[in-house]
């Protein structure tokens, strides 16, 4: 003990921030800590080294450090899932909101009913809730609205806002495997159901490739080749006439670049080709083949220089009152996209998958590829360019930050309770806007995605890690009070809601196994499960039925953090 306190009289106590950073980096190292698909993960990482580590050495840290990074994650998360949580009001959505809500709804339900009966106060109350349904944000609004709560003494506060950290670290790792374990795999086997047999289907039905970054397909529907032009069909007419007819015939096919007697020609579509000239053709795959060039053109040649022009990948917002609900088939027919295709489309935020047949709104990104000369006139008629930038726009963010915090100060009084957003209820509300906005108008407010983990996932383990320290000196007499019960209706509490929602999405609303798998782990917000039915369909279509309810969930069990505490006052 006397490295302890050495410590503590000489390094963590005249810098307490020292120890903050000291308690991440064991906590990310624990969190590492996996079985399969199945890990701790950081943040309950960081909430068991600050346990651990504020057990030890019984150092206090200043609130507002907690409190300004607690704050920054609940924007950052509000942002990240704002464009689908407003996609999710829609027609199409509805059914995985109402599956959301179903789950939420019985999670706090039961939540209320298991602390009532064992007498909990606020803060057991609020930790069994986070950790049984496996959501973060609730030890941080909890601890708020505790702070909040009239007839309590700072002691009596700060006692209960540290009892949160307690019951969510009881509860929150078996919470996880348990949601991992009934969704990945039992509840497939006692429907007697082959979710990767299912999940392949449903694939192959949808035309949904694989979403790993790290591969690719075999497949590519633009191609680039090089032709010695001998045909004496093409040779006297113009580049634009060629091209022309070829568009007559229903086929996209362009000549890019011209090589004659050894030099590159200025691209123009009044050239006029000749016979020994090397072409560069872009074009649709099926078009090329359908069209065999080296019979219309000429053999096939390899001509690095010419095949190597500048190309381009740009996001282009939509917006020209012109080309407005313009279905993809009709923008391909413009003059300006010649030579230039659609290679991804975005609607508020998310990969849209779509047809020949699919009407381009106001609002959707759509991704041009071609060669640049052509690619920047052809994002003129559609739109706005927007180009990739790592820079994050901290006006966007500060402000979005500061109307949040002004949206949760005002309180109304119920029951003599003060009953408010909260500064850190604000600011998620308010991200949720400010990201449903930068996903229907990408031109302004970027926020990459480093800058997105640094405030979500390196905010939120900053903020645990704090609380972590904070009741580490009181951890053990707090698991004492609550007792060993506590991991038991831990379990239950995360196993019911799921086993509810499971019987409304199968039996009421009919949903295919591998989206329903999906959209429970979304509305309990478990990052474990997700990862694990994907495993077990060794597919990521599960996926397709996440994003929806994690967003709804994200909002609906962070809030009810605030509730619990209310109703267990």
């Not at 064991?26 to 080294?49: D, E, K, P, Q, Y």
């Not at 429907?191 to 299912?198: C, F, I, K, N």
């Not at 604000?426 to 990201?435: K, P, T």
Request: with cysteine; charged share 15%.
């Amino acid at each position: 003990m006397v490295v302890v306190d050495l410590l503590k009289d000489k390094v963590f106590g005249p810098y307490p921030e020292l120890l903050v950073f000291l308690v991440v980096a064991f906590g990310f190292l624990v969190g590492r800590l996996h079985h399969r698909a199945i890990a701790l993960g950081s943040v309950t990482g960081c909430l068991l080294s600050g346990l651990v580590f504020g057990w030890l050495f019984e150092v206090e840290v200043n609130g507002t450090v907690k409190s300004l990074f607690f704050v920054l994650f609940l924007f950052a998360l509000g942002y990240r899932v704002g464009p689908q949580f407003f996609r999710g009001l829609r027609s199409d959505g509805l059914p995985q909101v109402l599956l959301a809500l179903v789950v939420c709804g019985s999670g706090l339900l039961v939540c209320w009913l298991f602390t009532s009966l064992l007498g909990y106060g606020p803060g057991l109350s609020a930790g069994l809730l986070g950790g049984a349904l496996t959501q973060s944000a609730v030890i941080g609004v909890a601890g708020d609205a505790i702070g909040n709560l009239p007839g309590l003494s700072p002691e009596q506060a700060a006692e209960q806002a540290n009892l949160v950290a307690v019951g969510y670290a009881v509860t929150y790792p078996l919470g996880t495997i348990l949601a991992a374990l009934l969704l990945a795999n039992v509840l497939p086997r006692l429907l007697r159901r082959d979710l990767a047999r299912e999940s392949a289907d449903l694939a192959e039905e949808m035309d949904v490739h694989s979403e790993d970054p790290d591969l690719g397909h075999g497949y590519y529907e633009v191609v680039l080749r090089a032709y010695e032009l001998t045909s004496t069909a093409v040779a006297g007419r113009t580049i634009d006439a060629f091209e022309r007819e070829q568009a007559e015939q229903g086929r996209r096919i362009y000549i890019t670049r011209v090589r004659r007697d050894g030099r590159l020609l200025e691209q123009s579509q009044d050239t006029v080709l000749t016979r020994g000239d090397v072409v560069a053709v872009s074009a649709l795959r099926g078009d090329l083949v359908g069209f065999d060039p080296e019979d219309e053109i000429g053999p096939e040649t390899d001509d690095v220089a010419l095949l190597g022009y500048e190309t381009e990948h740009l996001h282009v917002v939509v917006h020209n009152r012109d080309q407005l609900h313009k279905s993809i088939a009709e923008l391909r027919k413009e003059p300006f996209m010649a030579g230039v295709y659609v290679d991804k489309l975005y609607r508020s935020g998310s990969e849209f998958p779509f047809r020949l047949g699919t009407e381009v709104e106001r609002g959707d990104t759509v991704v041009l590829t071609g060669p640049k000369r052509l690619v920047e006139p052809a994002a003129r008629a559609i739109g706005t360019p927007v180009r990739t930038s790592f820079a994050t726009d901290m006006t966007w963010v500060s402000l979005g930050v500061f109307l949040g915090g002004c949206l949760g100060i005002p309180a109304l009084t119920l029951s003599g309770v003060p009953i408010s957003l909260s500064t850190s209820g604000g600011a998620l509300i308010m991200g949720l806007v400010f990201g449903w906005l930068r996903g229907k108008y990408p031109t302004f407010g970027n926020v990459p995605p480093g800058a997105q983990w640094f405030m979500d996932t390196f905010g939120l383990c900053l903020f645990v890690a704090v609380v972590g320290i904070d009741a580490g000196p009181g951890f053990a007499g707090g698991l004492a009070q609550a007792g060993w019960g506590l991991l038991g209706f831990g379990a239950v509490a995360t196993v019911v809601p799921l086993l509810v929602g499971f019987a409304a999405g199968w039996w009421v609303l009919k949903m295919r196994l591998p989206v329903l798998l999906g959209v429970l782990a979304g509305a309990q917000t478990t990052t474990a499960a997700i990862g694990a039915i994907n495993e077990s369909a060794r597919s990521q279509i599960p996926t397709l039925g996440y994003t929806i309810p994690y967003a709804v969930g994200n909002v609906l069990l962070t809030v009810w953090g605030a509730v619990i505490v209310i109703l267990r006052h």
